[in-house]
């Protein structure tokens, strides 16, 4: 069974930075793309970034871009998002997830319904 855990979330001044983890199990981590997704209250989720199963690509909202840096290590299964120059409307619940199809090629920005397993979650909010 699939476990994502994530962590790293917190409150921050505008600003500031943050460094969330996701650690994962259950699966052979090397083999999947990861992504990372967030939702604020009464909105939609939606994609922040994603990281090939291999790290060699990565793939960014324009919301982000250039702020957030998604990279990985598959030697301790874990995938992380670094948040820089963080933003109030950065505030929402972020999650992780993990591609459902093992050593699939990712070429383009991720429909979230490409992920299978996701994980609870860490809170992230920014102060003005």
């Known amino acids: 069974q699939v476990q994502l855990v994530e962590s790293g979330g917190g409150l921050v001044q505008a600003g500031g930075s943050l460094r969330l983890s996701c650690a994962a199990s259950?699966?052979?981590?090397?083999?999947?793309?990861m992504g990372w997704f967030r939702q604020a209250p009464g909105k939609e989720r939606e994609f922040v970034a994603a990281i090939s199963w291999s790290g060699l690509n990565t793939y960014y909202s324009d919301s982000v871009k250039g702020r957030f840096t998604i990279f990985r290590d598959n030697a301790k299964n874990t995938v992380y998002l670094q948040m820089n120059s963080l933003k109030p409307e950065d505030t929402a619940l972020y999650y992780c997830?993990?591609?459902?199809?093992?050593?699939?090629?990712?070429?383009?920005?991720?429909?979230?319904?490409?992920?299978?397993?996701w994980g609870q979650g860490t809170q992230v909010t920014v102060s003005s």
């Open positions: 259950g699966l052979t981590f090397s083999s999947y793309a």
């Open positions: 997830a993990a591609d459902q199809l093992k050593l699939a090629a990712l070429t383009t920005t991720p429909n979230p319904h490409r992920f299978g397993s």
